[in-house]
């Protein structure tokens, strides 16, 4: 059936009115399941190398093990955890060498995040500056509360948005690769580092951002991020934590 120029008007103005917008996905079981796994990994209530069980995790979400099993499958994709025969899945092991080349991975994207916003000159808009105090305000606020799981996630999102603003959609999907571990890492860091030094890192990082001297920005990046390895012993910090809250 043919259009009215009233009809394709209407079509015109609907779609002028969602441009720019991104469609909701509606949230599933599988995300809330993949959402806790994660939660609970950032807060050391299961911890690298501990074995985790489809059917508890499905009793204590109160689901069904279908999304659950799903849930684990998409984290297997990504590292998160791994199965092994007669040992089942476990969270993945996080050791000074995998850290070390995760991070490895990350100091080179962000970099490359970074050069491309200085050399668009987004660094100077103000739009760009506010998006990236918001998530420090969230870093305030989640260290305020003494919560590792929402800081660890706060702090994801500033690094994320660093790769947002740079325009390189490639370059995002590539990072988002490592951001759920990163969620983990960041989280049991704050049983050892404190919340206020990592809110004070985050913004010495945009303040270098801001001034778009290369040089600046890089050394403050690559002095933010390795210091998860060089100055907090994740490895001990599992350790201790095991010790003290013994598996059952």
């Known amino acids: 059936m043919a259009l009215t120029p009233k009809t394709k008007a209407s079509t015109i103005q609907a779609a002028a009115s969602t441009e720019g917008w991104k469609p909701v996905r509606a949230r599933t079981l599988v995300d809330e399941a993949v959402d806790a796994i994660i939660a609970a990994a950032a807060r050391g209530l299961v911890l690298p190398g501990d074995r985790i069980v489809e059917t508890e995790i499905a009793q204590k979400l ?4 279908v999304p659950v099993r799903e849930a684990l499958r ?8 791994i199965s092994e025969p007669y040992k089942g899945i476990r969270l993945a092991p996080v050791t000074r060498d995998r850290l070390e080349q995760v991070l490895e991975v990350r100091v080179a994207l962000e ?6 916003t200085v050399a668009l000159g987004r660094h100077k808009d103000s739009a760009t500056v506010r998006r990236l105090e918001r998530c420090i305000d969230e870093l305030e606020l989640m260290a305020a509360r003494k919560d590792p799981y929402g800081l660890a996630q706060a702090d994801v999102a500033f690094h994320r948005e660093l790769c947002d603003i740079s325009g390189n959609d490639f370059l995002r999907t590539i990072w988002e690769g490592v951001a759920r571990q990163l969620t983990i890492v960041v989280g049991l860091s704050t049983l050892d580092k404190s919340m206020r030094d990592i ?6 990082l945009l303040e270098a951002v801001t001034t778009g001297d290369i040089k600046k920005i890089e050394k403050a990046l690559g002095e933010h991020i390795r210091d998860q390895n060089a100055c907090v012993d994740l490895e001990k910090i599992i350790e201790d934590r095991r010790r003290a809250c013994p598996p059952g």
């Not at 998409?74 to 955890?81: A, P, T, Y």
């Open 62 to 65: 109160n689901i069904s093990r």
């Open 74 to 81: 998409l984290l297997e994709s990504q590292g998160i955890v």
């Open 111 to 116: 970099l490359i995040a970074v050069r491309r």
């Open 199 to 204: 809110v004070r890192e985050h913004r010495t």
